[in-house]
């Protein structure tokens, strides 16, 4: 009901808006703790970006149920014309004088040949009848499932087409702050974070996660934006799933999808091509180039590079996407 959808969109932006990092006040801050104040703005802000990018797959997802669940209805109901046209004739048959047992067979046969022949025959048309009443039954029991099946979907798309207009507000008001923020920092700061590291060939393995690697160094230099697809821009997890496209492997957008596909490894396992997740919540990726190093799209302000495995954030899992 729509006082209902009202209340939980209510209660979802409240919800959100907590978690949402205010921006400071104006008066002045050692230039160290307004780093660390953007650091954590953007952090915030990313995982905003995944929640509102999981909401939109999640609604994409319920929208395509309810297509399918509608043209399972449609399957149904044609079905169902078919075996009640062929019910309409074998009852109007009845009416007619046929029927459709064995003293009928015998009341009308000219011998007794005739008459196995007549009961052969009733017996066949009476299995016919009952099958297609039965299938008639089942088409129309298959036509309501879906059309159930059908209004469920359609119910949860719109909770989630209100999830994400909750979200987006959520993500657009942190990445606001956010770049604020950043317009705050020093010149030497901005200086630092569009350092672009280490820009120098690396030797990738043969294979899909070689494949993968090449692709995320090749983005070096390139800027980060929150939500991007690329190609001239990327989130982190948008950059994993492009890499991993151009070997020829689909892998999920959101770094929470991303936490949950291969298999997952130690620390002191990681091979090039790794996905390393970090964060309680999982709201950022990097991709392993070796032990020691990850290639990533980190925020704004600071383009693609490589970075130390351990200095870009707790690490909550590490996957392996081939092999």
């Known amino acids: 009901m729509p006082g209902h959808r009202a209340a939980r969109t209510t209660a979802l932006a409240a919800v959100i808006a907590a978690t949402v990092v205010s921006m400071p006040s104006a008066h002045a801050q050692p230039a160290a703790d307004a780093l660390n104040v953007y650091n954590d703005l953007t952090q915030q802000a990313e995982k905003l970006s995944q929640d509102h990018l999981k909401a939109q797959g999640d609604l994409a997802q319920a929208n395509a149920t309810v297509g399918t669940a509608t043209e399972a209805e449609k399957k149904a109901l044609a079905e169902s014309q078919q075996f009640r046209g062929q019910v309409d004739v074998l009852t109007e048959a009845t009416f007619e004088g046929a029927r459709f047992n064995n003293i009928s067979a015998l009341l009308t046969s000219s011998s007794q040949q005739d008459f196995l022949e007549r009961m052969q025959a009733m017996t066949i048309i009476a299995a016919d009848q009952n099958e297609a009443v039965a299938r008639l039954d089942a088409t129309l029991s ?11 979907a359609a119910s949860a798309a719109e909770k989630l087409a209100a999830d994400v207009s909750t979200r987006k507000a959520a993500m657009d008001q942190q990445v606001a702050a956010a770049r604020a923020k950043y317009q705050s920092l020093s010149a030497p700061q901005k200086q630092t974070l569009k350092s672009a590291g280490d820009t120098s060939s690396v030797a990738v393995p043969a ?4 494949v993968a690697l090449n692709f995320a160094l090749s983005q070096r230099g390139k800027p980060y934006v929150f939500g991007s697809n690329g190609p001239d821009s990327w ?33 002191s396992e990681v091979a090039p091509g790794d996905l390393v997740i970090y964060y309680s919540g999982q709201s950022h990726v990097a991709m392993v180039v070796d032990g020691t190093r990850a290639v990533h799209a980190s925020t704004e302000g600071v383009p693609v590079k490589i970075a130390d495995i351990d200095s870009i954030g707790p690490i909550s899992v590490i996957r392996r996407v081939v092999g």
């Open 235 to 267: 989130d982190c997890s948008s950059l994993m799933q492009a890499s991993y496209r151009a070997a020829g492997v689909s892998i999920p957008r959101v770094t929470y999808d991303q936490a949950k596909i291969g298999r997952g490894v130690s620390r």
């Open 142 to 152: 298959a036509a309501k499932k879906a059309r159930a099946d059908a209004t469920a």
């Open 207 to 210: 294979g899909a996660a070689g």
